[in-house]
């Protein structure tokens, strides 16, 4: 029991990663095409600055489940994914340093160089992320002892490359969106014509990663056998529709919900579709790392429940705190980035 509500935690910490850390990884990526001048961009930046961090706790904290919850798991993961993930915590430590660094020095190309370096360090995370959970899903090359048998180019698949176009396109998208809250005239506009242009891209993105899934991954295994699960591609799909309605509304908070909806109905496709694997194993199935034969000792799972569930809590009021604090429109008033 306690094995599963753990693989339930793991998987759902990881999508309220996703799904809060996705708009302004999304936004960042999109900056060229939203802020133009130097006041537009001190907008966009008063967009970010109050969330990053507090979103990224939860990439700390996913993390850290899975270091305690599936040590084996966690240490597999981590030596088969090497690279990509040092790319990611890289990326994501360049655009704290540029956010910081921006603003230090009154020179233009400063300003310009940071911007591109926040532009890369947004993108980055959210592509490489959606290759390594694609390449999970599609289970990788591990023997009996966990040893990885293969290179980042063997991630680099047709299926890996969508699953990381997939939650580019989809972080560019909540981003957009969540500018479409925060502004107002030209620049909501500009945002919310971007949001309609990107969601077709969307779309047809998560029609063609699902599909693929059924021949390349063993996925939808458990929803044959469990149809009532497919009520979690139907959530996500109804997200995404949704979304598109609230935009063609200017109902943007209602979009934003709605594509939350999307991103926790994305990551949950794969995460029912896996258990009880962690990582599959592409060798051979009794290879694979499960919530069985990874987990740590009852005691363990035991004392980490109990201090989840007082601290993450406390973790959550204090963010939506923060968002309610700064749930204000941002105007030229406010560029004192």
Not at 35 to 44: R, S
Not at 58 to 74: E, K, N
Not at 181 to 190: P, V, Y
Not at 240 to 249: I, M, P, T
Request: aromatic share 16%.
């Amino acid at each position: 029991m306690l094995i599963n509500i753990w693989f339930f935690l793991w998987g759902l910490l990881w999508a309220i990663y996703f799904m809060l850390d996705g708009f302004d990884l999304g936004l960042g990526t999109l900056q060229p095409l939203l802020a133009k001048t130097e006041d537009e961009k001190k907008l966009f930046y008063k967009a970010v600055a109050p969330y990053w961090d507090g979103n990224e706790v939860w990439l700390i904290t996913a993390g850290g489940v899975t270091f305690a919850a599936f040590p084996r798991t966690y240490a597999v993961l981590f030596s088969a994914f090497y690279t990509p993930l040092m790319l990611v915590l890289f990326a994501l430590i360049l655009r704290a340093v540029a956010l910081e660094f921006r603003h230090q020095v009154l020179s233009d190309k400063w300003r310009a160089v940071w911007d591109r370096v926040f532009v890369v360090a947004s993108f980055l995370p959210g592509l490489l992320l959606g290759v390594a959970f694609a390449n999970i899903f599609k289970g990788i090359p591990i023997d009996g002892e966990g040893v990885f048998h293969g290179t980042l180019l063997n991630l680099l698949s047709p299926y890996g490359l969508l699953g990381g176009l997939l939650f580019a396109l989809l972080f560019c998208l909540h981003g957009a969106i969540w500018f479409s809250i925060k502004t107002e005239g030209e620049l909501q506009t500009r945002a919310a014509t971007l949001a309609k242009l990107l969601w077709p891209a969307v779309a047809i993105a998560l029609a063609a990663f699902v599909l693929l899934s059924l021949p390349v991954t063993k996925l939808f295994a458990n929803y044959f056998s469990n149809p009532v699960l497919f009520l979690i591609p139907v959530a996500a799909v109804a997200g995404l529709v949704l979304s598109r309605v609230y935009l063609a509304k200017a109902g943007y908070w209602q979009a934003f919900v709605a594509n939350c909806l999307t991103i926790v109905g994305a990551t949950f496709f794969g995460v029912a579709g896996l258990y009880p694997n962690l990582l599959p194993s592409s060798f051979s199935d009794a290879y694979s790392l499960t919530v069985v034969n990874s987990s740590s000792s009852p005691l363990t799972l035991k004392i980490m429940l109990g201090v989840a569930l007082v601290f993450v809590p406390i973790v959550i009021c204090y963010q939506a705190w923060t968002y309610w604090f700064f749930s204000g429109r941002l105007s030229h008033e406010d560029e004192s980035y």
